[in-house]
């Protein structure tokens, strides 16, 4: 059989088509765009011949998917292009909320708006977020429509500007019944808890951290732990986690309607931020996979969910540091962490709390060269810090859940039920105290350069295919060997 006559695999195929998307969207990011009129052809050309899986059927899907990343690219800088025209200039515009505001400095209301339609100097609407400073309105809540007047200043990274000194106006509200709930249940959880155990409980579960003292933010940042009070895929990964082992195994239909409950409500309560849409799609994914009896390889899973949501949001792709740490925190997860996990303990399923501790130990360190290159700084008990405090999260949610409902709809009681909830949230604030306060514990200005941040993950990739290879390898001789056995 010669290269052209050979059968490609569908998850390769469809793999290759991802990372040329993604390419495709980097290419356009440097102004290398094509017309819409190019993609369609490829696309029905790719179609007409996936059933093939042939090497031109490989070579039509990257093509494809180059073409379309291109394409998408150039649209969206093209929606973008008002950002710079308007840059430095007094701008009014209107918009929507993304979170509650916060106060910050000069007493300004602090918050990060989308769905933003400039009306001065020019009428266009832009896609994208604006990170809002102001004065003008007692408080700002997720899902009130603004007008917004000030000077529009560029900036990097998720946001594609701000604006300082604002002038702000209420015009009207968005706010669903979960936005409401929402808030009442931050007032009950302020009242079942004190200061700052209420503020912490919230981050775990719902990823409020603007109300946390300025002096626990520092302490969780120097032992490694600020992703436990983000709104963060990985809460709902271990969430995901516990709810499976607690369900056990029972019917397929009910495990699988109980994980998308889980998912939505999750989404419900803590926002579909960017980092749990990419959680949740994942997750998703997976759970659509196991449920048919597929077997999907993470690698797969993980290049879907990054083409989806830099489709979606090509600022992702372009800007956003927290995107790439997701991600490389789910590669940690699903492809260091089974490959350690099966060094360990072979076929064996692990109990929770040591699988749990190889994933976080498998996140850390894949997104640890990335922080170094960008941030220069690292922890050095992050690992004990994460071993003393990760595998009691879904218990601790659990417990802050408990006490938020108990001061929302049982004030009287609140403090009685919310007590076990106390007990621990003190237990991890203590634990991340004690360890800040180890001399040298936080390490700035070690920063990795771009060549050396290449050097690392080219080892992790390499030694991850020397491992694979190793596998399969041995994959092979069993069968051979099984087949001697029978035909002696």
Not at 102 to 117: E, I, M, R, T
Not at 242 to 258: C, E, P, Q, W
Request: proline share 4%.
């Amino acid at each position: 059989m010669t290269l052209l006559e050979k059968r490609w695999n569908r998850t390769t195929i469809l793999m290759l088509g991802c990372m040329a998307f993604l390419v495709g969207l980097v290419a356009a990011r440097r102004h290398m765009t094509v017309s819409g009129w190019f993609v369609l052809p490829g696309a029905l050309f790719g179609v007409s011949l996936l059933r093939r899986r042939t090497i031109l059927t490989t070579v039509a899907v990257v093509v494809f998917g180059l073409l379309l990343g291109a394409w998408r690219g150039g649209v969206y800088l093209h929606q973008l292009q008002p950002y710079r025209t308007l840059a430095m200039q007094k701008v009014d515009f209107t918009a929507t909320a993304d979170i509650d505001a916060v106060y910050g400095k000069n007493s300004q209301l602090v918050f990060a708006v989308h769905d933003v339609q400039f009306t001065y100097p020019k009428n266009v609407r832009v896609p994208g977020t604006i990170k809002v400073s102001g004065f003008g309105e007692t408080m700002v809540y997720r899902g009130d429509r603004l007008e917004v007047s000030g000077k529009l200043y560029p900036t990097r990274g998720a946001s594609q500007a701000t604006v300082s000194f604002a002038k702000l106006k209420k015009t009207g509200s968005t706010s669903s019944v979960i936005d409401t709930v929402r808030r009442k249940f931050t007032a009950g959880m302020q009242s079942a808890l004190p200061e700052p155990l209420a503020s912490f409980g919230l981050g775990l579960l719902v990823g409020q951290r603007n109300t946390l003292p300025a002096d626990l933010t520092q302490a969780l940042l120097m032992v490694g732990l600020t992703h436990i009070i983000a709104v963060s895929g990985y809460n709902l990964t271990i969430l995901l986690q516990a709810s499976r082992r607690l369900i056990g195994d029972t019917s397929k239909v009910f495990s699988t309607v109980m994980a998308l409950l889980l998912i939505f409500s999750f989404l419900l309560v803590a926002g579909a931020s960017a980092s749990i849409v990419r959680a949740a799609v994942i997750s998703i994914l997976g759970l659509s996979a196991w449920y048919y009896g597929r077997t999907v390889r993470p690698l797969m899973l993980i290049l879907l969910a990054a083409a989806g949501t830099a489709y979606a949001d090509p600022i992702y792709l372009w800007a956003d540091i927290s995107w790439y740490l997701s991600f490389l925190a789910f590669f940690g997860i699903l492809i260091i962490g089974p490959l350690i996990t099966r060094k360990l303990y072979g076929g064996k399923e692990p109990p929770l709390i040591p699988q749990i501790l190889i994933e976080s130990v498998c996140a850390e360190a894949m997104t640890l060269p990335l922080i170094l290159y960008i941030f220069g700084q690292m922890s050095l008990v992050s690992l004990l810090s994460n071993m003393l405090i990760v595998a009691l999260i879904p218990l601790a949610m659990l417990l802050s859940l408990i006490a938020g409902l108990a001061g929302m709809l049982a004030g009287n009681v609140a403090g009685w039920l919310a007590w076990p909830a106390q007990v621990l949230l003190t237990y991890m604030i203590d634990v991340v105290n004690m360890l800040s306060r180890v001399p040298h514990v936080f390490q700035q200005n070690r920063y990795l350069s771009a060549v050396d941040m290449a050097l690392c993950y080219t080892g992790v990739v390499a030694v991850i295919g020397l491992a694979y290879l190793g596998s399969r390898r041995r994959l092979k001789f069993g069968l051979v060997a099984l087949d001697k056995r029978s035909i002696r």
